[in-house]
């Protein structure tokens, strides 16, 4: 395969993180690199866009022989930096990760990594996110590696359908135990949130977001299911949210207004 | 109608924005009302949740009547504030908005407003975005009540559908304009972005996101078409962001990793 691709590797962890350094490894097999990522740790920020702030964009000698930028904004930001300032034209590719823990399920909604890599897919640019099921800052990232090498491939020989990503999750197992790739559908399952209540040193409340992940989706082909199986699920993921299998039901919405 | 319901109302653009005190007096004449928006404007913050940083919540008596707290999270810490410290049991409805400005199409993900109204819906809780195409503080937002107290009508006397929420546009017309409601799918447009690069007073670079935004999409059932032709849109919006029609595709992945 020619090394002719146009590559942008990001994330939400940070440039910091070891997760995108292993990342931007498995990229430079395919093509030119270049990194804009965050400059702090900017996991959950989900979709979010910097509007009330002006963005700074750092360029760092953190990656060898990598031109690579570290950002004050979101993933997102990122994405959209790259693009419109650092780049000047579309990437062929988009890989954001490996972020340091999953992103399965509705974890996506909440998910920096998967984010820029919706992003990605709202310009029309086939674009991955790869989550490693392990938040230890020193992860084992071999075998995702080799996975992600795998999926990348395949992508870049066929084209990507319209207005989706892959939400890519690897469990956290050696690459002897790991079983192959599954292509799922996202789980429905849950955070059943708890706050984590303190008092400061003034006797005023603060409050911890924590909580208990719960898996209510019995069906057999969800994300958590091939994770829970010892399998990397693939989800194709897209931005176009509407139900429309609901739209039949909310049509008498209509009615009721010219009544 | 008995005035039975708990109802949460928040937002994006906080506590003191015009359009959350317009939809409490909405939502007050279904129920009791609990509000729990954020501190300072949050307009453009995704799903984004604070795991880095503890959240404040303070009793606020901007609000007439009505129990209120201004949280210093996002909109999406609020539903997850309120329903788990604040009103310690799930609401009947939630209500987000009325937002200062649009959020048709893919505005629909980076729409804190909204995303306060998905959030609700992963908890299961019937949960509407209602947002006015007037950026202005000070919107005219009586159209805007009419048509939500129509549909908050007709959403609270049949279920709504499970992961799901509604996303209500109004247009910056008259009520005498405004032609009717149109239940549509999210219009497949997004944002041409530009940054506007400054210099700080140290000659350090920084960027303004800007940008234009561009309707691609021809279809005449989208929001956006609605909106340009006088119409409420309303988008059934779900959570499940799987691609279900293109999961046969990348089932080759599967093969390719038994290989």
Chains 1, 2 share one sequence.
Not at 62 to 81: H, I, M, Q, R, W
Request: charged share 25%; with cysteine; aromatic share 8%.
């Amino acid at each position: 395969m020619k090394k002719e691709h146009l590559i942008l590797v990001t994330n939400d962890d940070s440039v910091n993180a070891k997760g995108i350094h292993a990342l931007v490894e498995v990229a430079k097999q395919f093509g030119e690199v270049v990194v804009v990522a965050p400059d702090k740790p900017q996991s959950g920020m989900g979709h979010a866009i910097t509007i009330h702030d002006p963005l700074r964009l750092k360029k760092t000698n953190l990656f060898e022989n990598t031109n690579a930028y570290a950002c004050s904004g979101t993933p997102v930001d990122c994405v959209k930096l790259a693009i419109y300032e650092v780049l000047n034209r579309k990437p062929d590719l988009i890989l954001s990760g490996f972020n340091h823990g999953e992103n399965s399920s509705t974890n996506v909604l909440y998910s920096g990594t998967m984010s820029a890599a919706i992003e990605g897919a709202m310009e029309g640019i086939p674009s991955i996110g790869f989550s490693l099921a392990d938040y230890s800052a020193d992860a084992d990232f071999e075998p995702a590696k080799f996975y992600a090498t795998k999926i990348v491939m395949q992508v870049l020989k066929s084209k990507m359908d319209k207005g989706i990503c892959l939400n890519v999750n690897i469990p956290k197992l050696s690459i002897t135990e790991i079983k192959g790739i599954k292509v799922c559908s996202q789980a429905h399952a849950f955070w059943a949130d708890r706050f984590e209540k303190r008092l400061d040193q003034y006797g005023q409340p603060y409050f911890w977001l924590t909580g208990e992940f719960s898996d209510m989706d019995k069906r057999p082909d969800t994300d958590l299911h091939a994770l829970k199986h010892g399998f990397v699920s693939v989800v194709p993921t897209q931005y176009d949210l509407t139900a429309y299998s609901s739209i039949e039901k909310y049509k008498s919405l209509e009615d009721e207004s010219h009544s």
